[in-house]
Each structure stands twice: as structure tokens, then as C-alpha cells.
């Protein structure tokens, strides 16, 4: 980092770890924060039904690789939970990685499997449609004993597109997207009862649902969309080549 010309973290929380970690003003005084960001041509204005009809299934969807640090065995916990008071319950996982198998143990040992689903890894196109009618997106993140651990998830973002209400970790850099009681509801990492309680909260209040997925949706379109961030990006760039020349 000393050595470097331009420095940057995707986030304030990598930002303030550097900078405690290794920081002194020359390494602080070339950071510009450029944070991750997404298509805006995926923005659309489709917004699911806040209110579930008749018969229809109450959907929580996660799309994770199936790693530990994703915090899978931490939802299906809270999905154990809560699985006999809501009607029509269907949890949707995206995704794989090395924990699939250890995730079908613990959903057939939960004697989950007719409520949970794990549908792999899928074309893109075919997550945004899963992600349009979810009614609770779920990014359920947790710190591997290693330190290994999630930044701003992307998956996050493209909820937050489809105006879908989030429900996630306080972790990382998750916070500079999801904000707790504004867009989300941001609970304490590992925790499958806090997690099985904001899932009841948001079931139980349409209305909130509703608002934090507008919330979310304005949030994105305001600070995370990849034109913008490549725009900054390209001015550091830019002017650190103009003051090398």
C-alpha cells in the first residue's frame, strides 16, 4: 500500500480496517471508496403484491454460494422455528458451493425438505425472476472462525432493485447498504432466534415489507449503481495518472 499510486476498498468498514490495521496519512490520503454496483438497465419498476392471496406460498429466498460464511445452517435454524406459523412457507436457496451437503443433512434433519429448496446455481435472468417474487429476501451472513466473511453483497443490491424487503447480518459492510428500520432489518450475526424473529416481524406487517422495498430500491438507484461507481473510479484513476505525468 505504501507503495501504491491509488488504493480502494469497496467499503467504508475495508476503508477503516486498512487504515487501522496499516494506516498512516500517506496510505489514508490515497484511498478513494468505489463500492461494488450493479446494472442499472436491471432497475425495473416491478413490485410484487405486499399482501399474500388465498393460497399463495409465502416465499424467503436466499441467493448465496454455499459456503459457511453465508450463514445457510443459521436460517434453516430460524426456518425450524417458525415453519408451523406461517402458511404456506416455502424457502428458496440459490446456489452452490462445499456446503450443499452438509445444508440437505440439516434440512432433512429439521424435516425440512418439504419446505426447503435447493435449486443450485442458476442463469441470471432466471435469479432476477426468483428475486421479483420472493416477499422476504434473506442474506443471512456470518464470520468464519478464520475471518473469512462477506463485503457488500451484490445479491443484496439486485433485492433491493425488485424492491423486495431484506433481512440480513450486521456485518461488514452490509450496513452501508441495509439500513436497520429504514430498508431492512439488520440483526446480530449467528443468532437463528433474532433471525426467526424479524422473519415473523416482516411476515406479520405487510405495509413494512412494502416500504423497505421502495426504500431499498431508492437506495441502490442512489448509491450503487455500477455507472456511477465506474464514473468515480475512472476520475481516481484519471487523476492520479494526471499528477504522474
Not at 490495521?21 to 419498476?45: D, E
Not at 417474487?133 to 433491493?160: L, N, T, W, Y
Amino acid at each position: 500500500m505504501e507503495e501504491a499510486h491509488l488504493i480502494v476498498p469497496i467499503s467504508k468498514f475495508n476503508r477503516d480496517f486498512l487504515i487501522s490495521h496499516y494506516g498512516n496519512s500517506k496510505i489514508s490520503s490515497k484511498m478513494v471508496l468505489v463500492h461494488c454496483g450493479i446494472l442499472p438497465q436491471k432497475a425495473t419498476n416491478f413490485q410484487k403484491d405486499a399482501t399474500p392471496k388465498g393460497d399463495d406460498p409465502f416465499i424467503i429466498l436466499c441467493v448465496a454460494a454455499l459456503k459457511k460464511y453465508k450463514g445457510h445452517k443459521v436460517l434453516i435454524e430460524a426456518i425450524r422455528e417458525i415453519n408451523t406459523k406461517i402458511p404456506n412457507l416455502h424457502v428458496q436457496l440459490i446456489g452452490s458451493g462445499p456446503e450443499k451437503q452438509n445444508i440437505l443433512k440439516q434440512i432433512k434433519k429439521s424435516k425440512l425438505s418439504h419446505i426447503v429448496e435447493l435449486l443450485g446455481d442458476l442463469d441470471n435472468n432466471i435469479v432476477q425472476e426468483y428475486i421479483s417474487k420472493c416477499d422476504i429476501f434473506v442474506h443471512p451472513s456470518i464470520r468464519q472462525r478464520d475471518g473469512m466473511m462477506d463485503g457488500i453483497p451484490v445479491a443484496i443490491m439486485e433485492s433491493f432493485l425488485y424492491a423486495r424487503p431484506v433481512i440480513t447480518s450486521q456485518l461488514s459492510g452490509i450496513p452501508e447498504l441495509a439500513i436497520d428500520g429504514i430498508n431492512s432489518i439488520v440483526v446480530e450475526p449467528g443468532n437463528p432466534e433474532v433471525l426467526a424473529h424479524a422473519i415473523m416481524e416482516l411476515y406479520h406487517d405487510p405495509q413494512k415489507r412494502k416500504l423497505f422495498g421502495e426504500n431499498g430500491r431508492d437506495k441502490v438507484l442512489s448509491d450503487f449503481l455500477l455507472s456511477k461507481e465506474v464514473r468515480k473510479l475512472a476520475v481516481a484513476i484519471n487523476t492520479v495518472l494526471k499528477s504522474k505525468c
